[in-house]
Nanobody, 127 residues
């Protein structure tokens, strides 16, 4: 199993960025996938996630309305479109996957629920 993120870089406040997670060695239809970012205290914050059982997508309160997660089951990719970006969106972003993982009570699973991780991609928002 391998997850590879791409699309990071530098953007100005208010601009957009799109991240892609290319999955190999797994069938995304059977996996819950999450996008995380590393906070300054090194903790991982869930940004968005997909429930493996029904394909529903959920967002953190800080991402809702600005970020959009999408899955392409043919290409086996998971994208994160980030709009109206702010300086506090700057972080290393990771995608993670776990077979059969669902979402409980509308909140994305914590990082400890995922076994498969990408290497991360840096996103910097600054003027």
């Amino acid at each position: 199993v391998q997850l590879v993120e791409s699309g990071g870089g530098s953007v100005q406040p208010g601009e957009s960025a799109r991240l892609t997670c290319q999955a190999s060695g797994l069938d995304l239809k059977a996996y819950g996938v999450g996008w995380f970012r590393e906070l300054p205290d090194k903790k991982l914050e869930a940004v968005a996630c997909i429930d493996s059982r029904d394909g529903r997508i959920y967002y953190s309160y800080r991402a809702k309305g600005r970020f959009t997660m999408s899955v392409d089951y043919v290409k086996n990719t998971v994208d994160l479109q980030m709009n109206s970006m702010r300086r506090d969106d700057s972080a290393v972003y990771y995608c993670a996957a776990e077979e059969g993982l669902g979402v409980v009570s509308g909140e994305c699973p914590r990082d400890g629920s995922y076994d498969e991780w990408g290497q991360g991609t840096q996103v910097t928002v600054s003027s």
